[in-house]
């Protein structure tokens, strides 16, 4: 879960980076309170947390996701909103936690991106997102 965490953090500082690329507004660098429910979102999807009530409950009683959350639970609402509103950035961060596993798994330093890995990690991301989303609508 540590390592999980630092590839999340490691994305989201990319992210930081080269945005212009993946948003198509103005884009400002997050603020703690959006990078918080971006890791944490991300956390719980590459965790298979897909449940929002889940994810808000695990701040309490799940040592990472409250390490994530640093002690300020969110409310569904505002990971639901969060969620509706930045769609893109949860997909690239997956993604990239995704192709940052596969490194580890066969200890890779550096791995040509064919298109076919990044269209795979990409709809790997998506269908965690749609999961998720159709959960929270039963």
Not at 98 to 115: G, H, M, T, Y
Request: with cysteine; hydrophobic share 45%; net charge negative.
């Amino acid at each position: 879960p540590s390592r999980l965490k630092d590839w999340i953090e490691q994305e989201i500082e990319r992210l930081n980076l080269d945005i212009p690329h993946i948003s198509e507004s103005s884009w400002q660098p997050l603020d703690d309170q959006p990078r918080m429910l971006l890791a944490l979102l991300s956390f719980a999807y590459a965790t298979r947390v897909f449940c929002l009530e889940e994810i808000a409950e695990r701040c309490f009683s799940d040592a990472m996701f409250r390490l994530i959350c640093e002690g300020s639970v969110p409310f569904v609402h505002e990971l639901s909103s969060f969620r509706r509103r930045n769609r893109r950035l949860l997909e690239r961060v997956l993604a990239g936690v995704f192709l940052q596993a596969i490194r580890d798994k066969f200890d890779l330093e550096v791995i040509w991106l064919s298109p076919e890995l990044v269209q795979d990690l990409s709809s790997h991301a998506k269908a965690r997102l749609d999961l998720a989303r159709h959960m929270d609508t039963r």
